[in-house]
């Protein structure tokens, strides 16, 4: 979302040139990030979804080895709405491999990948939703300014143009955003910790046995 942000922010500064609006990037937010909340920086809302979107896409692009900053293809300066091609990888994918898979093959890709390094880092001793926080000065210390953006704006409600210098992250939303994101994927809500019916449905199920015998797998 970084990259796309930028550009939003040389439209928000009016450079000239600048292409990306607010209505551009609601619209790529609807199709890459799950909604336009996602790109509503005044709320919490939407935040779940877009990560397991751009966490998904993102390691199944890392295993195609393709660069981070020009993938994935979100905004097009030299199109009608800006808006990018949320299928381009896929596509690449199954002319490689022979393989027919789709946008949301993909994304299934993605899923199982972080799934399993999920579990590698259980084994190895992270403990779940206890150990899924932020630095604590992300909670404590307000955000002063920004190095490419010193005043620190992003679009807010309906695509205004906010500042979200001086704010910090509330802890106890962090934790609503963690409520929603563990069922979105599919793993415990308490304790953050993945579940066989998840793994299976990944096709996982070695996995899923072995976090069973080591006790590290949610019940039921």
């Known amino acids: 979302m970084g990259i796309a942000l930028f550009d939003w922010l040389n439209w928000a500064n009016k450079v000239e040139g600048a292409y ?106 992270h403990r779940g939703r206890e150990d899924d926080v932020l630095p604590e000065p992300f909670y404590t210390k307000p955000l002063k300014f920004g190095t490419l953006n010193p005043e620190c704006l992003a679009p807010g409600k309906d695509g205004e143009i906010i500042t979200r210098k001086g704010a910090v992250v509330e802890r106890d939303k962090f934790e609503g955003v963690k409520d929603e994101y563990y069922p979105l994927r599919g793993w415990d809500v308490a304790t953050g910790l993945q579940t066989r019916k998840k793994l299976e449905e990944l096709e996982l199920d070695g996995v899923a046995d072995d976090l069973e015998k080591r006790k590290l797998l949610a019940f039921p």
């Open 20 to 125: 990306l609006s607010s209505d551009a990037f609601r619209k790529i937010a609807r199709k890459f990030w799950g909604g336009e909340l996602a790109v509503d920086f005044s709320t919490y809302d939407g935040k779940a979804l877009a990560t397991t979107k751009i966490q998904d896409r993102a390691y199944a692009k890392e295993c195609l080895i393709l660069c981070d900053v020009l993938w994935p293809i979100t905004q097009v300066r030299h199109s009608e709405d800006h808006v990018g091609d949320p299928g381009v990888e896929s596509r690449l994918l199954s002319a490689v491999t022979g393989r027919e898979i789709d946008e949301q093959g993909l994304y299934r890709i993605g899923e199982r990948i972080f799934n399993l390094q999920r579990a590698i880092h259980i084994r190895e001793g």
